[in-house]
């Protein structure tokens, strides 16, 4: 009997077929042209200009149980600290950053870096790939003494289908003799110095050793990726702490397990509040169900505030933000935008009682994609702080007003109408 062949599932000649494809590559088309324009129209609109002064909150300490926590607003004051703290290494140092810029700060932490391998320090270093391609080859040549991990821009292998492995290394953490620690948004160059307002903290006392425990899985994990790593990369090996900071907590992000609990974290906080919400953020593509968490905590009275910057460094996530802005402003939720410099702090404060410093953005790629470590502070003294950091940045931002925001034009609505689409991407 002769085989009849099957007909195909989908006749790909069919007319609605063919117009279907190239509605779907023709929306897809506008989406990126427009995308790749507003970049390259907003690079032309900067070059030349440099960012303007902005207003700092000097490092303050407070008290944390044995130990305490440092804020840093200002990157030149941040730097200082962490150099110092690598110069008094005597044991161990672990430093892990997203972006490693090849300038005069990288060179001085490189250096740091050196000197304290050549006088029998233990240097451990993690840097992102991807986010420093620009970066000259040549900085990237480090003294044999330094245990260097460069994460690598593509790391699924033949699992090309699974997701979980291809997060980046967002995290930005400094880790010296487990006795104290950095963390928060800082990458390491000359602009996040003096130019960019973002927000970082210093911990000593029990907190550290969960950051170094950080550290140290995703060193012992991802050293197996390469066989090449795994000889010059030994495992690092930590000794359990003893003691619990019941003020602190550490949320790590772990995309190659499944493991995103720092969104939890912030609904948890945001469901909880009756008096106030108040975020810093340097991007803000939410989901939608923490566009509801907001939104619900504004109608039932919360005082909710979001500080983003008037014009980020990425054009595109600036457009795809304010996509969100009628939703939140109909809400009630208050909407500031940080004018003349990028502010790229990830932060929020609670009721006078909770607040968080970290790496994360409120958006996909740090949600559900990218590696990322936030510590939870639960203390009024610490909530005060960031209540007053918050304060201190509003007197460099304007607020948005729903009027403003119904008035805006045809070209922004158009372009908002565009991008949308893609905001579950990033």
Known sequence: MARVPHAPLINTSHPIVRALRKIFFGLFGAQLGLAVGLTLVDSYRRRGKRPQPFPITPPQDVPMGPGSVRTYTFGSDLYADMIAAIDQAQKRVLLETYIWKGDDVGERFKAALTRASARGVEVYVIYDSFANLVVSPRFKHFSPRLRVMAYPIYNAGWRFWDLRRYGRDHRKILVVDDQVAFVGGYNIGAPFATEWRDTHCRITGPGVWDLARAFADFWNTQRHVHSRWRASHPPLLLDASPDWEPHIRVHRNLPKQWTFPIRSMYLEAIDRAHRNVWLTHAYFMPDENFVHALTEAA?????????????????????????????????????????????????????????????????????????????????????????????????????????????????SRFTEAVLGPLRPLL
């Open 299 to 411: 109608r039932r009275g919360v005082d909710v505030r979001l500080l983003l910057p008037r014009t980020s460094n990425h054009v595109v996530a600036d457009w795809l933000s304010r996509g969100y802005f009628s939703q939140l402003l109909g809400s009630g939720v208050r909407i500031f935008r940080f004018t003349g410099a990028m502010v790229h702090a990830k932060t929020a404060t609670i009721d006078g009682r909770w607040s968080t410093i970290g790496t994360a953005n409120i958006d996909r790629l740090s949600m559900t994609g990218n590696y990322e470590i936030n510590v939870e502070f639960i203390d009024p003294l610490m909530a005060g702080t960031m209540e007053e950091i918050f304060t201190n940045d509003l007197t460099n931002a304007v607020e948005l007003s729903a009027e403003q925001w119904a008035a805006r034009g045809f070209q």
